[in-house]
């Protein structure tokens, strides 16, 4: 299994609305990430878990709060948005090994209105 | 300045040329580096890590040089399915795998 699975593939939330995006892997990887990807522009790094422990947070606002329950989940709680924050969302994982690449969920397509 | 950046393009060529894109990275302890490929609503996806010796995979042709902080994909004999952005990343030494992603190039195969 080399998949990073994202649920849902599309959400669209009012700006006072509390939704989360799921991310899992069974791959073994003790590394996720959140990344943003707006329309024309890289994915740009949001939070980085280690072990299950926060290890980056990329000034983030306090309005998403991410979450890692075990090795195999990641969830990014989402309260208060703004249609700024509208944008591709990509969970990836990693093994924690040194020069090992990250794979890719599909995504969660968000609109925020 | 950003931490990686790339010629965003686009790249506009036909059917068997040959293509090079070219991606500069600004820190220096940055120690792993990957190109990926990104279909258009799609996620990124590997296509090959680049090493230090340089490394080949078919059509393509990686090159690091770390002295330049630069790194380079050759695409050979250019096929309509390369049609995609091209996106550079460099993982610093850290906490974790940080993964950052250079701008893109956008690259249209034409028939």
């Known amino acids: 299994d080399t998949e990073v699975t994202q649920t849902p593939k599309h959400l669209v939330m009012g700006m006072t609305n509390k939704k989360s995006l799921k991310c899992e892997q069974h791959m073994g990887h003790r590394a996720m990430y959140w990344y943003k990807q707006k329309a024309k522009k890289p994915p740009e790094l949001m939070f980085v878990y280690s072990y299950e422990k926060l290890s980056i947070n990329e000034s983030v606002p306090s309005r998403f709060s991410p979450e890692c329950p075990n090795s195999s989940l990641l969830n990014l709680h989402l309260h208060a948005l703004q249609p700024e924050d509208s944008a591709l969302y990509l969970c990836?994982?990693?093994?924690?090994?040194?020069?090992?690449?990250?794979?890719f969920g599909q995504g969660t397509r968000l609109t925020v209105v | 300045r950003k931490e990686v950046e790339q010629d965003p393009g686009p790249f506009n060529v036909p059917e068997g040329a040959t293509v090079a894109f070219n991606c500069t990275y600004s820190?220096?302890?940055?120690?792993?580096f990957f190109w990926y490929r990104q279909d258009c609503r799609k996620e990124p996806k590997l296509l090959m890590s680049?090493?230090?010796s340089g490394n080949e995979d078919g059509r393509f042709t990686a090159q690091l040089n770390r002295a330049s902080q630069y790194i380079s994909l050759l695409i050979r004999d250019s096929k309509l399915s390369d049609s995609a952005t091209y996106l550079c990343v460099v993982a610093p030494r850290g906490t974790g795998n940080q993964f950052y992603f250079g701008t893109g190039t956008s690259l249209t195969v034409i028939p």
């Open positions: 990836a994982s990693s093994p924690l090994v040194w020069g090992t690449e990250a794979f």
């Open positions: 820190n220096s302890a940055s120690q792993s």
């Open positions: 680049v090493y230090s």
